[in-house]
């Protein structure tokens, strides 16, 4: 196998940790709504901290995402 | 036929008006168009709305949600304290969101024109993320002194655990600053190139001719439509997302937990 194709496959293995960022927004964003519909009045308050979780858990996504584009472009 | 699809070409810098002084290159390129364009905007908007009637038209309600949203931001976050620091959040707030949003309009509808997002290049959120750092450093040692060291030890934790989680506590602040600048820099870029590459796909499709060409432009073309709509939300969350970060960065400076 010669680099140039080797290349693309590691870029491709690397773009499945955004598929594992995904579970983790999905399960920010389901965990949320499904206690801010058991209490709707406290819900409002916690947004703050939702999109904290939002974005840690988007971060590591974008992690893989630029080590995609490293090994595409810098290498 | 196909063009070749080049998703990367759209954020090449490129000097508008070349200037040079010396060896140094200080021409007026594309990024800092754009970023001209957004102060204007900014300016503009504010500028239109900032006019104390007692009963407020339209143009003064949007400034006042907007600068009420940015104010009740940093009062839940920060507390009283942090009344200081509304103009910065503000002006870091209202540049990444209206810099987000620039870089979507369809401007390409002219030829040989495109817009270009400043907020997708590292070296703009990293200055944006390097200024809320530093002033997070500044301010903590200024109120605190030394004491300021103590953010790295949390409450109530067993003495025996502490050499595993200050070494923890201080990789994490160190590093905020990339974790700041990297997810605005590449939440901006991976849009632009998804776009791009649906586009393309559109383009490459209806020049193709055939029937399965047909199919998927009009495919991607709905899709597109979709991944436009979720590029205006991600816009918007990635402003809030930096001004609500450094807001909590802040608060640990000023309140140290």
Known sequence: ?75 | MAGKIDPMHQFTVEPLVPLHIGKYDISLTNSAAWMIATLAVIIGFMALGMKRQLVPGRWQMAVEGLTGFVDDLVKVNIGPEGKKFTPYIFSLFTFILVANLLGLVPLAIVPGWHTFTPTSHFSITGVLALLSFSLVLIVGFWRHGFHFFSLFVPQGTPIYMLPLIIPIEIVSFLVRPFSLALRLFVAMMSGHILMDVFGSFIANGFASGSVAGWGVGIVSFIFIVGVGALELLVCALQAYVFALLTSLYLNDAINLH
Do not use: Y
């Open chain 1, 1 to 75: 196998m010669d680099v140039a194709s080797a290349k693309l496959i590691g870029a491709g293995l690397a773009a499945i940790g955004t598929g594992a960022a995904a579970i983790g927004v999905g399960f920010v964003f389901g965990q949320f709504l499904n206690s801010a519909l058991r209490n709707p009045a406290a819900a409002d308050g916690q947004q703050g901290r939702l999109f904290l979780g939002f974005a840690l858990a988007e971060l590591l996504g974008l992690m893989a995402f630029t080590v995609a584009l490293l090994i595409l472009f810098v290498f």
